[in-house]
């Protein structure tokens, strides 16, 4: 089933929305959005090619007829969105970027993913100006990135992501960035550095010669055809602040090609 959506779907709270043992694909204009929801899981769907759409009015929650701005053509966007878990999905060439997590969203997971062929990836948090993403906290686990992702896996503002056990098949500006004092915890992801062009894994936004302050840390990565991780050197690993529901055991990077090879929509039978 290809699905067309004549607006964004906006995905109301205490959803689920499982696409398990079928082949469903959104695709070739309107996309997804979580909007001021929560307690929603999303699983299973093939989003691609999506479009941008001019501000109009859209079908929300309840069944409340609302306006929505001009969007700019992700596969999924997150806004002021709480207890989310994308897991599954299979998301490419879009217009824009294939996953937005912005304006103070948090408690998010994304997990068992396919990311290709797509120039700006995964953005966690809304502008330099948003401060209310400082309280955002995302984990991006089991995810597959590649073939032909340039950058933003995840790019992040201002917030916390635990990212781990991930494989990155190169990219070509880089892999993971950030800017206005973000924290990232790298934990035993395989990164693939490209054949030629930029082996550096981080970036970092600079502004009149002055890079902006950061706190990524790599522990147990694993690093292949030259990659390399620019690290903080000061302080402590920062630890995900997990309740003990929330836990979940990270292991080792040689497994990580094993943990990836499900990543993506699952086959159908």
Known sequence: MNINLVKPLLISSFITIDGRGVDVHIVDNACLMIYKATNIIIHGIRVHHCR???????????????????????????????????????L?????GLLDVTRGSTDVTISNNWFREQNKVMLLGHDDGFLRDKNMKV??????????????????RHGYAHVANNLYMGWVQYAIGGNMKPSLKSQSNLFIAPTTGKKEV???????????????YSVGDAFENGASFIEIKDGQVIKPNYSLEQKFKVVDAKFVRSLTRSSGVLRTM
């Open 92 to 96: 490419y060439d879009c217009q824009d």
């Open 52 to 90: 941008p759409q001019a501000s109009g009015m859209v079908m929300g929650p309840k069944g409340n007829i609302m306006p929505l701005g001009q969007v700019d053509g992700d596969a999924i966007r997150l806004v002021s969105a709480s207890k989310i878990w994308i897991d599954h999905y299979t």
């Open 139 to 156: 984990t991006v686990v089991y995810n597959y990135f590649g073939p032909n992702c340039h950058q933003r896996m995840p790019r992040i």
């Open 202 to 216: 981080t970036w970092r936004k600079t502004s009149n010669g002055v890079r902006d302050t950061w706190k990524f």
